[in-house]
Every structure is written in C-alpha cells, then in structure tokens.
C-alpha cells in the first residue's frame, strides 16, 4: 500500500451517466499518472474524487494505505485534510489578486514573513520572478500556468492534480510547456495524477496511463505498455491506431499468430488472451511502402496494395491504401517524391509481426 494511490469508486450524475473507476497506480516521488480518453469518458469526475471536490456514491480512496474516502465507513476527507494541488483547466487564478497574492492565498496559517519565504521559493523554482506584482491578465497564457502550479504547489502537497494543464494554451505554447512540464513534474517530486485527451501529452507526460472511455476503466498500466498492447478496442483506438480490422486467427504456433484478414493471411506475435475472433491493430507508421517488386525484407507481411489517397500532415503524408482491406501508411514527403506515390500507384506494403497488435474481438 505504501508508494500507492488505489480507487474503486462510483460516482452517479443524477439524470447523467455513472462514472466507475478501479485503479491502483504508483504514487512515488515525481511519478506522473495520466487520465486519459475522449471527452465525456469520465476523467475530470475521477480526478475531483480523488482530490475530494466530489464524493463518489460508492467507493474507497486510499494513498499511501490512509484511507481518504470509504463508503461503507461514512469516510470522507475534505481536500485539505488530504493535502492535495489542484490545478483547474482554466487555472481559476483570482483576477484581482497578484500573482504573489493568489501563490499565497491558501496559506493563511502561516506567518506573513514564511508566506513570504514560501512564495519566493515557488518563484525561483518556477521561473516567475519579476511578475510576483502582475495581475492574471498581465500574464501569459504559460505564465499564469505556472501561477497557477506555484499556487498548486504552495501547500506542500502530497498528491498533485492536475486537469488540462496545458489546454488553455495555443498550440505553439502547448508544444514548448509539454516538455518543460514534464521536467518540472519530474524536479518537484510530487506524484501527479495528470488528465488530458491529448495523445501526445499522455506521451510526453506520463509513467503510467489510465485509459478510460464511457465512464470506465478500460487499461492501467505504464504507458508504452498501454499503447503498445491495446487490450480492447476502445483503447486502441484511443492510442491512435488508425488501421483496426476483423481478423480470425487460423493458426499458432512457434509464438506466432497467422490471422486471416479479407484475402490476406497476417503474421502477428502470439496474443496472450484465447480465442480467434481478434481486431488487428496496425500504427500507420509502422507500415513501409515500397515498389511492387520490392526484394524481401525481415518483414513478415507483404502486400501488394493501391494508393488511394494522399494527405499531407506537415512533414510526413498520410497514405490511404486498398490492400483488399483498407489500410494507412504514414511516409515522409521525401519517400513519397522517391516513390512518386499518387493515386492509383500499385505498391508492396510491408511490416513486421511485432507491429500488428492483436485485441480480443466481442
Ligand atoms: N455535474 C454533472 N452533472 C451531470 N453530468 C455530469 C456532471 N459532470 C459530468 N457529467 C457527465 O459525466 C460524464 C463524464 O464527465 P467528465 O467531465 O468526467 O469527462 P471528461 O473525460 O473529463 O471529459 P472532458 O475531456 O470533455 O473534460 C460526461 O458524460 C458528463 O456529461
């Protein structure tokens, strides 16, 4: 239980929907969880139980074995019992306080000169000095996202929350903070329960991911390990595999699977679950293209397809392909100049039997 965060609760909207999560994940010093799944899948509710802003109908909240929420036992611990940071979407700085005002503001039990000492520090550590005096909308959209953490911050929290962190900002910010995020979660060494829909922040920001959709539960686990072995296709999806299709596994053997999928026989690694009805799971980047005659690879599956389509994405094209099934590439814009890839080009699409992810289909 120690080093610990666990939850099994219930929470109820009433004429809405019920959300329900199971989890136990690491809570050690700078460890970074994500919330994570499309909007409505429940992630905000989950993190407001935990922080104690909700209270679930049904449940048990325990960090580090003390319990903060149960049911059963009539137990529920307000937000500042539990010492939690919580840091809102849209950061809910008060408008007419400064900046040093509002990193204060919850630490009235504190003398004036060790609110001081306390904030002086967050400043330093958050690269703020200089603006203590400024107003919220005297500040950047990052600026007042790291107000906002510092205010989060000032309690000395043992759990830190946080809910859209970098949502209120423009993409170009959003890319820059994502990192330096990461690293000052990592320096605080505070656990940290993050929520976001964003892929690419559940990357760049967590250890460890909760996949949720629909008001549960669907995955917990580090995070390569969740989008690398979707088990279910909910989460696949999710974690951005854009090419999923119906399969019948036909054969196993040396720790390999042979799926039938339309005309094609694939060769995946063998799935640990039982049973043939399987979703085939194919990332877009793990596809090669080559000609039609293309030599033999280490690659376990070959197969001729047509161009379809071609989407620019920046510096890399999203390749719609017809194998007898639809399927996806994504190359970059120089291989398909070299390929001369266009619409009606016949190609060899290759990749590998670790790439093809097998999900147990319903
Ligand atoms: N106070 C409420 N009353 C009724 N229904 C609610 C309430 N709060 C949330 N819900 C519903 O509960 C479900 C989960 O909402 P929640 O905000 O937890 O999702 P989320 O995953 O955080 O979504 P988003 O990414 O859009 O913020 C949604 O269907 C939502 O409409």
């Known amino acids: 239980m120690a080093g610990t965060l666990v939850a099994d609760l219930e929470k109820r909207f009433r004429g809405g929907p019920t959300v329900r999560a199971t989890l136990e994940l690491p809570a050690t010093p700078g460890r970074v969880a994500v919330l994570f799944g499309p909007s409505g899948a429940g992630k905000t509710t989950v993190l407001r139980c935990l922080a104690g802003l909700d209270r679930p109908e049904h449940g048990r909240i325990l960090f580090h074995g003390e319990p903060w929420c149960d ?32 990193v204060q503001y919850g630490l009235g039990e504190l003398t004036a000169t060790a609110r001081r000492e306390r904030s002086c520090s967050l ?65 605080l060494g505070v656990p940290t329960v993050v929520v976001t829909h964003d892929r690419l922040e559940a990357l760049a920001l967590g250890d460890d991911l909760v996949a949720m959709e629909g008001g549960r539960v669907c ?7 969740v989008f690398n072995h979707p088990s279910e296709l909910a989460v696949a999806r999710m ?48 596809v090669t293209l080559g000609p039609p005659e293309a030599a033999p690879t280490s690659a376990r599956n070959r197969l001729p ?58």
């Open 239 to 286: 974690t951005g595999i854009e090419t999923v299709l119906p399969g019948t596994v036909v054969k196993r053997e040396a720790g390999l699977a042979t799926v039938e999928v339309g005309p094609h026989h694939l060769v995946a690694l063998e799935p640990s679950h039982e049973g043939s009805a399987v979703f085939v799971c194919l990332r877009a980047e793990d």
């Open 219 to 225: 995955q917990v686990g580090p995070v390569a390990d």
């Open 305 to 362: 397809c047509t161009v379809v389509s071609l989407s620019p994405e920046g510096a890399l094209v999203r390749v719609a392909l017809d194998a007898g099934f639809p399927l996806v590439a994504r190359v970059t814009r120089f291989s398909t100049e070299e390929l001369g890839l266009a619409e009606g080009r016949a190609l060899t699409a290759t990749f590998k039997a670790p790439s093809v992810r097998l999900v147990p289909r319903p």
């Open 71 to 102: 049911t059963p036992a009539r137990l529920f611990l307000p937000p500042q019992q539990r010492r939690v940071g919580f840091l809102f979407q849209d950061y809910a700085l008060f408008p007419h306080l400064t900046a040093e005002q509002n």
């Open 123 to 187: 400043f330093q550590l958050l690269h703020l000095e200089g603006l203590e005096g400024r107003r919220p909308r005297e500040l950047s959209g990052g600026q007042q996202q790291r107000v906002a953490l510092a205010r989060a911050l000032a309690i000395r929290p043992r759990l830190l929350l946080l809910d859209e962190p970098l949502s209120a900002l423009d993409a170009p910010s959003r890319e820059q903070l994502r990192g330096e995020l990461r690293r000052l979660l990592r320096e």
